[in-house]
């Protein structure tokens, strides 16, 4: 028989403002093996630690139930105090009567009644738990970085600076990702491939960090320390040790009418491409199609033209498999489709553009080589008119309910360049709000709108109308002066709202890591492990988990690579001991366990089996603990119950909900 | 019948199998049991004809464990669950000796008898004929044999055995209805619709285990509600419906891996139409996962412990209801 403490901590008034602890203090004391009851208004402090522990030494307690926050929250720390008492940790158990309880309850009676029901549940598991012992498993001191824009690249210089081994995964044929695509930066308009490429050269260069371009993780296996990943190389068709990058290829391919993604369609690159000169490797690949070789086999005009023997037609996709300790996603945004936004005439003219088009027509590389002009006459605009939060901020399903956090920068520093270069060209933003809070900022939009003169207009346009004369009608609403504005416009440009890379939701569902309704990475803590995974090992940079400028970005990425330098820093990790195991004698060796096993961690072996009496050769299920997580998918899969988890056993779970029945 | 008995005394004396798996006269001429024959002369009780409804692809779990082969007679829809045994490694291809054997439907007594013929001694296995001659001990009595055939034969899936080492005897593909009708039926009542007709169906239910024991994917070695190891086992019932647990925790148990072979419905003494809660699973899996039928072959991987990056999320369940 367990003798068992119960512990009701107020949190303040957090969790004592709705539930009456005394109540819940009174009610444990009534439940078999309690020996204990009592609350402290902050039972996770060091007061209220040792009084646990002088609970456990005074009454000899055997197992104890903490009403308090949630176990993601504290189970740890009071693990921690229960074994300096000499208890075995697993002998805990955390009843959440805050977020479970007070903090949804409103009415106090109706909070307490279900506290109490929450503690008799506990209760209930502590009699059934039995002491465990965690054990080791080693770590892989090295680290892959899954996306090579900015977040990536920065994770992955400062983890191979601290002297680990990194690879980078990039899906497209170059390392840079979006930032390589931007003009000019806020606040500061310094250029963004004078300070971008210097680190994409750094990052290639290091002699810790391999990148692999054109390439995609393909499988992830094993669990933190030991990840094993597979990652897909796809054929470039260019040998990348004999390519000298002369660009040759490129120039004499016959196929040019390809959409160039890297400019973002507005105008067309070769068959064969590097995406920008810049790129990192600078080593084309061939689109395979649009290469008229690939589609006709009559062409190799590449092949030819290459003085380097470089190009090769039979090259194949190539999968390697490498082993990893931690995990960094840094996958990145994409700016929304538009398609459900036809009041803004996208598509209809092609003087309607994304910022992003526009950083891409700005920027001296882009496709106007820097020349401000209309996509549809190559004329310089005169009125341009900027949209705000398109997709942003937005409550029906066409676009996303948050705020995508760049544009209103971004708008400010379009404004200002604009006004700077091409003083004669009128520019208007029509926007919700402003939101200018970070280093500079709002200094910064307020120089666009006082030393520029840039035209900001709250409120919101409802209709771009393209003019039988080439102009566009701009249809919006003055909310400050509360009238009606229809303004001709030369160029419109659509803030147009970002959302993590479509592949995230693929690469989460690998990792197993939690992804939120509009396919952010959920952090495993929102203010105090934001750049965690919930998954142990997997780690957030940059947007992906989030709207963020670049300055910010590059701070995550930092964090997110001193999580991954303090872990890679381990020899051995201690591992959950809340393992499954099997019941031989239960066992009917159908498999079913280890084909849902995400870990690998069943195998079988047929045996000899004594079941009472009767000896018989039988398949049965082996875990591996070691490799185990715990997660329980066999356990529950198991039809006739062979499979339990310590510390989660059927028993215990059955005795909870019994519990709670009562 | 009599080309079954000498083709299973060959392989017996040839010494190709040790022993032959098929059916019996039972108490009754209708009830027919599976049994194992050691000898040719045993064989002389081994009988095939309409009411060989028992699928005997589960005996073979127990055969598997036996010195050298067992000859083993299944119907084309049999073949499904051996698979899925095969599949789960409760039985061992190499132990069996298979002849798919010709099947145009089974029949049912009760369909027999509520066309009120009565006293039934045997019926005909006719070829390719749409009445049904049923000896009775009045005589022969005719009935359609479409009226007379399982529910389960309605729904055929197919004159085609999934696996076999030779095939003797005709099929027929005899299915004539929507499989998934019932269920629809019953998707469209009201929720207070759904618990009344469950309730009226399970209270019938004496959990006699039939079901349950004739099952080929309830082949546990220890069933949880035997097993000591959880307190659900020999509890006494507090109300007629409480049975309704065994039976949605059974459902639970073989989705995803039932055949749909229909004995449980088959076997059930109170006549309950068990077999609806799995082609309720079945038609769910396979709306959310792609068509899926268990026991078509032994390598493709089970629908609910498979994980495909484009499997449907938990939020379907909300967005059906």
Not at chain 1, 11 to 37: F, P, R, W, Y
Not at chain 1, 123 to 134: F, W
Not at chain 1, 514 to 525: G, R, V, Y
Not at chain 2, 135 to 163: F, I, N, P, Q, W
């Amino acid at each position: 028989m367990q003798k068992i403490g119960v512990f009701v901590c107020h949190c303040g008034s957090n969790i004592a403002a709705t539930v009456d602890v005394k109540k819940v203090v009174e009610m444990a004391l009534l439940e078999q093996g309690v020996v204990h009851a009592e609350d402290y208004p902050y039972m996770c402090s060091e007061a209220g630690q040792s009084r646990i522990a002088a609970a456990i030494a005074e009454k000899g307690l055997t197992g104890i139930v903490v009403c308090s926050c949630s176990p993601r929250m504290h189970e740890a720390t009071f693990r921690k105090a229960a074994e300096r008492a000499g208890l075995n940790p697993y002998m805990v158990e955390i009843a959440n009567i805050r977020e479970h309880c007070s903090w949804i309850h409103k009415d106090m009676a109706e909070a307490t009644e279900k506290a109490t029901i929450l503690m008799r549940a506990a209760v209930a598991k502590v009699h059934l738990n039995a002491p465990l012992q965690a054990g080791e498993s080693m770590v892989t001191k090295r680290a892959l970085v899954i996306g090579g824009g900015i977040a990536g690249i920065q994770t992955a210089i400062d983890i191979a600076d601290a002297g680990y081994k990194v690879d980078i995964v990039e899906k497209t044929p170059s390392i840079g990702g979006r930032m390589s695509q931007l003009d000019k930066t806020f606040p500061t308009l310094d250029c963004s491939a004078c300070i971008l490429t210097p680190k994409m050269v750094e990052a290639a260069a290091h002699e810790n960090i391999t990148i692999h371009t054109y390439s995609e993780v393909e499988k992830v296996s094993g669990f933190v320390g030991n990840f094993t990943v597979d990652i897909r190389k796809k054929a470039r068709y260019v040998d990348i040790a004999k390519c000298t990058g002369c660009g040759v290829c490129q120039e004499k391919c016959p196929s040019k009418k390809i959409p160039n993604e890297f400019n973002r369609g507005l105008n067309n690159r070769s068959a064969i491409y590097t995406p920008f000169a810049q790129a990192i490797p600078n080593v084309p690949v061939i689109d395979t199609t649009a290469c008229i070789k690939f589609k006709t086999g009559k062409c190799g005009v590449c092949e030819k033209v290459c003085q380097a023997g470089a190009i090769n037609y039979k090259q194949q996709d190539e999968i390697i498999t490498e082993n990893y300790g931690a995990i960094v996603v840094a996958t990145g945004f994409d700016t929304i489709k538009l398609d459900q936004y036809g009041e803004y005439a996208y598509g209809q003219s092609k003087d309607v553009i994304t910022s992003l088009e526009l950083e891409r027509v700005m920027n001296a590389a882009g496709p106007t080589k820097g020349h401000l002009e209309r996509l549809s006459d190559g004329k310089a605009p005169k009125e341009i008119v900027f949209i705000q939060c398109v997709g942003s901020r937005c409550s029906d399903d066409r676009g996303k309910p948050y705020c995508s956090k760049i544009c209103c920068m971004y708008t400010a520093k379009h404004a200002m360049l604009i006004r700077d270069k091409y003083p004669d060209t009128n520019v208007t933003v029509f926007y919700i709000d402003v939101r200018t809070p970070g280093k500079n900022f709002d200094e910064f939009y307020r120089r666009a709108v006082e030393d520029y003169g840039v035209n900001y207009i709250k409120g919101q346009v409802g209709k771009v109308i393209p003019q039988p004369d080439g102009s566009l009608l701009v249809q919006g609403v003055d909310l400050l002066d509360q009238k009606q504005i229809l303004k001709k416009a030369d160029m419109v440009v659509l803030a147009t709202a970002i959302e993590p890379n479509t592949d995230v939701r693929k690469i989460a569902t690998m990792l197993t890591a939690s992804i939120d309704t509009n396919n952010f990475l959920t952090e495993a803590h929102p203010k105090l492990r934001p750049v965690e995974s919930p998954t142990a090992g997997v780690f957030l940079s940059g947007v992906c988990q989030g709207p963020k400028d670049i300055p910010e970005t590059v701070a995550q990425a930092g964090a997110a690579a001193v999580k991954v330098i303090g872990l890679l820093a381990k020899d051995k990790l201690k591992t959950n001991p809340c393992t499954a195991q099997s019941d031989e004698l239960l066992c009917n060796g159908c498999s079913q366990c280890a084909n849902v096993c995400p870990y690998g961690a069943i195998t079988y072996e047929t045996k000899l089996i004594n079941d009472h009496g009767i000896r018989e050769d039988r398949r049965v299920a082996v875990v591996n603990s070691a490799l185990c997580q715990g997660c329980g998918a066999c356990t529950v899969t198991c039809p006739s119950g062979a499979m339990d988890l310590k510390g989660f056993s059927n028993r215990q779970i059955l005795a909870e909900v019994d519990a709670i029945c009562r | 019948m009599q080309e079954l008995i000498n083709r299973a005394k060959s392989l017996l004396e040839s010494g190709e199998v040790s022993r032959v798996l098929g059916w019996r006269k039972g108490e009754t001429d209708w009830d027919v049991e599976p049994a194992f024959f050691n000898s040719a002369e045993e064989l002389s009780e081994f009988i095939y004809n309409g009411f060989c409804g028992a699928n005997l692809s589960k005996y073979m779990i127990e055969a598997s464990k036996l010195e050298g082969k067992t000859l083993v007679f299944l119907k084309p829809c049999d073949t499904y669950s051996f698979n899925q045994l095969c599949k789960e490694h409760r039985v061992d291809r190499e132990k069996a000796y298979i002849i798919g054997v010709g099947c145009k439907g089974k029949l049912k007594i009760e369909n027999i008898d509520a066309a009120g013929i009565l006293e039934v001694r045997g019926a005909g296995y006719p070829d390719a004929s749409e009445i049904l001659t049923v000896k009775t001990l009045y005589g022969d009595r005719e009935v359609s044999y479409k009226s007379a055939m399982l529910e389960r034969c309605h729904v055929c899936k197919g004159k085609e055995h999934m696996v076999y080492d030779e095939r003797m005897g005709e099929s027929a593909d005899t299915s004539d209805a929507d499989r998934f009708a019932e269920v629809a039926k019953i998707e469209a009542m009201s929720p207070e619709e759904k618990f009344a007709f469950f309730q009226s169906e399970l209270s019938k239910c004496i959990r006699c285990n039939a079901c349950r024991n004739v099952c080929p994917a309830c082949s546990c070695r220890k069933c949880v509600f035997d097993s000591t190891k959880f307190d659900s086992a020999q509890k006494a019932n507090t109300t007629s419906f409480e049975e309704k647990m065994f039976h949605i925790i059974r459902a639970f148990h073989v989705a995803g891996r039932c055949t749909d072979c229909g004995e449980c419905s088959r076997v059930c003494p109170q006549g309950i139409p068990l077999h609806l809660f799995n082609r309720k699973f079945i038609k769910d899996i396979n709306a959310l996962y792609g068509d899926y039928q268990a026991g078509a072959d032994t390598d493709s991987k089970g629908p609910l412990t498979d994980f495909r990056l484009d499997d449907c999320e938990p939020s379907i369940v909300t967005k059906r209801g």
